[in-house]
């Protein structure tokens, strides 16, 4: 399966958009997207432990043996995300402070473990790096892109500076989230024409790691497969 | 007394895990389709979050910050849930069987679930005592389960509606919860008055 560079990279950001095609991640999705910034944050947060993730898995893949493979890759990602915590408190104590919880709930975001699963087994660390950076971007795209929504809508605002005078309280708190979300996914479905409508009956069955958590299981003993 | 109700009723009302705090969304968008299934998933969910809270606070309180190792609180605490869903759902296997069969099922995808991980990572940033963390658990189970039996309510009458066609599936799911989301902002403050 050799694939140019390229399309590995842009994979990520539009035809498997992990968030809003794949429909990954949504816990972070949802939570952090109060203000563009902390969106911005999140996904460049979450892109560092994606890339590094990626590369280390594929360059261990041969050391790790396959039946205790789950566990180490979350050793791995958890490292990770504890490195990637301590930058963020030392540098940046706000965003720290802002994502609260979150950060260190990267370890168990499905996009890292999935992509550990999915590509970064199978692929050379290279293209698996590349993977992580593009799914990264897709992901830090797109909560960038509801982040700002929510802040316009909800406190009248772009990076903290003031627009409108009006605001919409609703779109900052949850229920915002749940609406943005759901408005953005239609709007993927209706730009690629249904192609990603495919993916409407949102179940964990269809998630990528489905296989690891034992979702597939419980859906064949519901009767559901 | 009064301040562990005051916790139990904030976590199941006011701080909803999936409805106000996101966590925890892919069992609640993914499983809530059966009623039956909701609540099978919450109750493992509840299980297993006092199960982890019971073996990650100790490990909290007196191995990691006596010896300065706060630091690997993410790495321990993912570990050890993991290898306690594990050791859970072998001895129910084995000795509980009626138990296992109830909840087995749901107990491996609950390993990766954020909000048993976060309800773990919260007692120890919230400060909770062992007793506090213990009932603040129980309030994100009890809270967990509420929020899927309601939904899963919403979605069987979702079902039967005509949503116009790039809306189907996903993201009128998700425009359903957010009314349910809605209505539960409606409790914010009500704790406080509740045990004056």
């Known amino acids: 399966m050799k694939k140019n560079k390229l399309s590995i990279l842009t994979n990520g950001i539009i035809k498997e958009n992990p968030v809003l095609v794949l429909v990954l991640g949504t816990c972070p999705t949802l939570a952090t997207t109060t203000s563009a910034i902390n969106g911005l944050g999140m996904g460049v947060a979450a892109t560092a432990v994606l890339v590094f993730s990626n590369l280390l898995i594929s360059l261990l893949k041969s050391v790790i043996p396959d039946k205790v493979r789950i566990p180490c890759y979350i050793v791995v990602i958890a490292g990770l995300v504890t490195v990637v915590q301590m930058l963020v408190q030392a540098y940046a104590i706000d965003l720290y402070n802002a994502l609260g919880v979150f950060l260190p709930l990267i370890v168990v975001n499905c996009i890292i473990l999935g992509r550990a699963e999915m590509f970064a087994s199978k692929n050379s660390p290279l293209d698996s790096a590349l993977d992580g950076l593009g799914m990264g971007m897709g992901f830090t795209l797109t909560l960038f892109m509801m982040g700002s929504i929510r802040e316009l809508l909800g406190s009248g605002s772009i990076f903290g500076v003031s627009v409108l005078s009006t605001p919409i309280a609703i779109f900052g708190v949850a229920p915002g989230g749940f609406i943005v979300f759901g408005c953005l996914v239609a709007l993927v479905n209706k730009i690629t024409e249904g192609k990603a409508i495919k993916k409407k009956e949102f179940s964990c069955a269809d998630c990528p790691v489905a296989s690891v958590c034992g979702q597939s299981k419980l859906a064949c003993e519901k009767g559901e497969c | 007394m009064k301040e562990l109700m005051i916790i139990l009723f904030s976590a199941i009302l006011v701080n909803n895990y999936p ?12 499983v809530s389709k059966k009623l039956d299934s909701a609540v099978g998933m919450s ?7 006092l199960m982890a809270t019971a073996a990650t606070w100790p490990i909290y309180d007196m191995l990691l910050e006596p010896n300065g190792l706060a630091y690997l609180q993410t790495i321990v605490f993912i570990l050890v849930i993991a290898a ?8 129910l296997k084995k000795y509980v069987p009626a138990l296992y069969k109830a909840l087995g099922v749901y107990l491996p995808l609950i390993t990766t679930n954020c909000a048993v991980l976060g309800v773990t990572v919260l007692n ?3 400060n909770y005592n ?8 129980l309030g994100a ?9 309601l939904f899963a309510g919403v979605r069987t009458r979702l079902e039967n509606i005509d949503a116009p066609k790039y809306f189907q599936g996903l993201p009128i799911t998700l425009l359903a919860a957010s009314l349910v989301s809605a209505s539960f902002i409606g409790f914010s403050g009500v ?3 509740l045990f004056m």
């Open chain 2, 191 to 193: 704790v406080d008055g």
């Open chain 2, 124 to 126: 120890i940033t919230e």
């Open chain 2, 84 to 91: 306690l869903v594990q050791l859970v759902e072998t001895i």
């Open chain 2, 43 to 49: 109750a493992a969910v509840i299980f297993v979050m």
């Open chain 2, 130 to 137: 062992f007793v506090e963390s213990m009932v603040n658990s």
């Open chain 2, 19 to 30: 409805l106000s705090k996101f966590l925890g969304i892919c069992p609640f968008l993914g």
């Open chain 2, 141 to 149: 189970g009890l809270g967990f389960m509420l929020a899927m039996v």
